[in-house]
């Protein structure tokens, strides 16, 4: 496997592919990571999945203690007028994760998380490359031929894949290279961006922010701390490339913005390096909308930004693109095992791209526009934004409608993440879930763990077969799965539910035998 972008996606795709078994080398063009947060938070549904890699423990350590909320983002002229009075972007109630998840919101940027992803993809045996690009794509039926160089010394090489994940952002070179277009507005507008040192604690006023949204000294300026004392800031402001350059952001120039945004003068501010073993401190950022008509071609498939790109309101970006790699890994594994016919592969545009969409349309909601993509754009529920998106595909039989369900009413629909439930030994059903499928069964749903188990065998498919009350105790199991006590519900590796019968069937082996297959594209 060879992944293409070793940022956010690039680098949750090598990680839940070798969590599933499969050994990925990335490849990153810049000399190490970028010192640059870019994304505040991710969504406990996100935290689930980096959980089932093992990175629960380490998530909790680098992350701005919160409380498990996520941070509110304000609108106001200056940073000092964001706190009295105090404008939310959207006034949403909050709904406690514990009540649907095992997780909870973590508030950690992204340069942080990379980290944490590259450590543990190289753990598990990833080969992280970094200062060396992709220079051209050639792909046949057998596998996919990508030239790369070494950017420090020059030297070529032709690295043969089975497959590639184009993880190389919104202006993927790969994506052109496939003739991909993609629907959308496009480019919003453009950003500048610096990391600076300049002690505000007299402005906040040991108040805390996630982000604040400014009108100074120009619209589409920002503010986020980059600590948690408030002496160091992400601050960021709208420019317009036709009339003036990265470079007219000097030093000087940007610390008076600085003083301006935070409504504060005469405070010392500096600028810190944002690409290492630079002297870069100013960087250009596009912010745009837009998803690709398509998420795969051929053997490649388009992940994170590279196939979908939204305004950062709402915070669904990173969380997007960490999702569709936990999405594609385990069809990947699947498929490279011999476990899946590669039709399974067709699933991964089909679920993830209505869903890309999505996310785009209601992070234009956030921001204020109700008319995203050219029609009217109803605010949906976070945690069902987040948590209760629904997959209709081969993948998902009897799944119906994309429409996400409120984290409350799920009850192992086809299609959904499978419910949350505590378990007496203080677990959750979800931890059931992460690198086979299971089948859960009903309390005298013995018939289908037995065939499931005998099935798993027949087709050299891992599965579990999991009785509720025998082999996991969970109170009020059926009723939160939606099934009888002779029912059954299928999860897929990625927890998410592929099948699910209320009640027992006739012959239980052929007809698990009969969804399997669909499932995963066998035809034997």
């Known amino acids: 496997m060879l992944i293409v972008g070793g940022a956010l996606t690039g680098l949750s795709a090598a990680v839940f592919l070798a969590h599933q ?10 000399p190490d990571l970028l010192i640059h947060p870019r994304l505040r938070g991710i969504t406990p549904r996100t935290v689930e999945v980096l959980r089932q890699a093992g990175l629960g423990p380490a998530l909790r350590a680098e992350s701005f203690h919160n409380e498990g909320r996520p941070f509110v983002p304000l609108r106001a002229d200056t940073l000092a007028d964001a706190y009295e009075p105090v404008t939310e972007v959207v006034d949403e109630p909050f709904v406690d994760p514990r009540t649907y998840s095992t997780s909870s919101y973590v508030m950690i940027d992204q340069d942080r998380l990379e980290i944490l992803l ?35 010394s020059g030297a070529e090489e032709t690295i043969r894949a089975d497959y590639v994940v184009a993880a190389d952002g919104s202006k993927s070179r790969i994506r052109a290279w496939l003739g991909i277009a993609s ?13 600076v040192d300049a002690d505000l604690s007299a402005t906040v006023r040991g108040r805390r922010i996630g982000i604040a949204y400014l009108q100074k000294p120009r619209p589409f300026t920002s503010m986020m701390p980059y600590d948690d004392h408030g002496s160091r800031w992400l601050f960021s402001t709208g420019y317009d490339p036709r009339h003036e350059s990265v470079a007219d952001f000097t030093a000087e120039r940007v610390a008076d913005m600085v003083r301006d945004a935070a409504g504060t003068e005469g405070v010392d501010v500096s600028l ?21 008509r398509s998420y795969r071609s051929g053997r490649v498939f388009l992940a994170g930004d590279a196939a979908r790109t939204q305004p950062p309101t709402g915070g669904f970006g990173g969380s997007t693109g960490i999702q569709d790699a936990h999405n594609l890994a385990w069809k990947l594994a699947a498929v490279l095992t011999g476990t899946a016919g590669p039709g399974l592969l067709d699933t991964y545009d089909a ?19 109700r008319m995203a993509d050219g029609a009217q754009v109803e605010l949906l529920d976070f945690p069902a934004l987040t948590t209760g998106f629904r997959y209709v595909s081969a993948a998902a039989p009897g799944s119906h409608g994309t429409d996400p369900v409120p984290v409350g009413a799920l009850r192992a629909q086809p299609g959904t993440r499978a419910p949350h439930r505590p378990t007496a030994d203080g677990g959750s059903t979800l931890d059931l879930y992460g690198r086979t499928f299971v089948l859960l069964a009903g309390r005298e749903g013995q018939e289908w763990a037995e065939a499931a188990k005998e099935l798993g065998t027949a087709l050299g498919v891992g599965i579990r077969p999991c009785v509720l009350g025998t082999d996991i105790d969970v109170e ?3 009723e939160a799965h939606g099934i009888g006590a002779r029912g059954a519900v299928l999860v897929r590796p990625d927890g998410f539910v592929a099948w699910r019968s209320r009640a ?21």
Not at 272 to 277: A, F, N, T, Y
């Open 21 to 30: 078994g499969i050994r990925a080398t990335v490849l990153e063009r810049h």
């Open 351 to 369: 679920e993830r791209r209505p869903y890309g969409r999505l996310a785009m349309q209601q992070a234009f909601a956030r921001f204020g526009d």
């Open 118 to 152: 590259r450590d543990r993809a190289r753990q598990l045996g990833a080969d992280v490359r970094y200062f060396t690009e992709a220079t051209a794509l050639d792909q046949d039926a057998d596998g996919v031929g990508v030239t790369v160089r070494d950017r420090a």
């Open 504 to 524: 027992a069937a006739t012959e239980p082996a052929a007809v698990l035998a009969g969804v399997l297959r669909t499932v995963l594209a066998r035809q034997d």
């Open 183 to 195: 629907d959308g507005p496009g480019v919003l507008f453009d950003t500048v961006t610096a990391i």
């Open 272 to 292: 810190r390096p944002q690409i290492p073993g630079t002297d870069v401190t100013v960087l250009g950022f596009p912010i745009g909308a837009q998803v690709a």
């Open 476 to 478: 009020a199991g059926e």
